[in-house]
């Protein structure tokens, strides 16, 4: 099969409301190699003129612990106190079609390593969108609806904030990047608990890894963390 037939396919499926992990499967071909051919899907989509209908954002409350954030941009916090530890849960719903959304969601690490998972795009009915909400939001005090630029400043700043650092966004990013617009760079949020990068190890992190490469572009007096029991 050539690109360009693969592609077909990868197009077909995704009109069908399939995600990128699941064309893989049906394709019989890696993750990897679908996910560029639904970003390219989806810039051809916006180049003709059809950018999808944004439907909603939501983030967990406590999103801006330890972040600096200018308060004349209105950005609310409605629990800033839940303790999120610098774990952000962005979801963003886009029109698929009249009774359909495409759902992405994102886990953010504004302290240090920015997007450490994504999901989507799914295909969603307002119901199914409700419950998966519910899940999730599931480890958080709450959600609460986003502004989107709020939405694109926590999650692409984050990973412009972790770049710096020395980390990539987590591989499933690539798939769910678009639903957040063209980003020219320059968040409005200062990253890092209180200005400073902060790892707090999390189940099944190579801590040791994250700490080298940490300490290839700063000192140890220059950053924070806390390992194995806390």
Request: charged share 25%; with cysteine.
């Amino acid at each position: 099969m050539d690109n360009a037939e693969l592609k077909d396919q990868v197009r077909e499926l995704r009109a069908q409301g399939r995600s990128p992990k699941e064309i893989a499967r049906a394709l019989k071909v890696p993750p990897s190699v679908v996910a560029p051919l639904v970003r390219e899907i989806a810039a051809e989509t916006t180049a003709g003129g059809g950018t999808s209908e944004l439907v909603g954002c939501w983030i967990n409350v406590g999103w801006s612990a330890g972040l600096g954030v200018d308060p004349a941009l209105g950005w609310s916090d409605e629990a800033p106190e839940s303790g999120a530890d610098g774990m952000v849960c962005v979801l963003v719903a886009r029109r698929h079609s009249w009774d359909r959304m495409e759902v992405s969601g994102y886990l953010a690490d504004v302290f240090c390593l920015g997007v450490r998972n994504a999901i989507g795009p799914q295909i969603m009915d307002d119901r199914e969108l409700a419950r998966f909400r519910e899940y999730f939001f599931g480890e958080y005090a709450g959600w609460q609806e986003a502004p989107y630029e709020l939405a694109r400043h926590l999650v692409l700043g984050s990973v412009d904030h972790a770049r710096t650092l020395g980390f990539e966004p987590h591989e499933d990013f690539g798939p769910v990047a678009d639903a957040l617009g063209k980003w020219e760079g320059g968040s409005a949020i200062t990253f890092g608990r209180d200005g400073r990068p902060f790892y707090l190890e999390q189940p099944g992190d190579d801590a040791n890894k994250v700490l080298r490469t940490l300490r290839r572009t700063l000192s140890d007096d220059d950053f924070d963390y806390v390992t194995g029991g806390r």
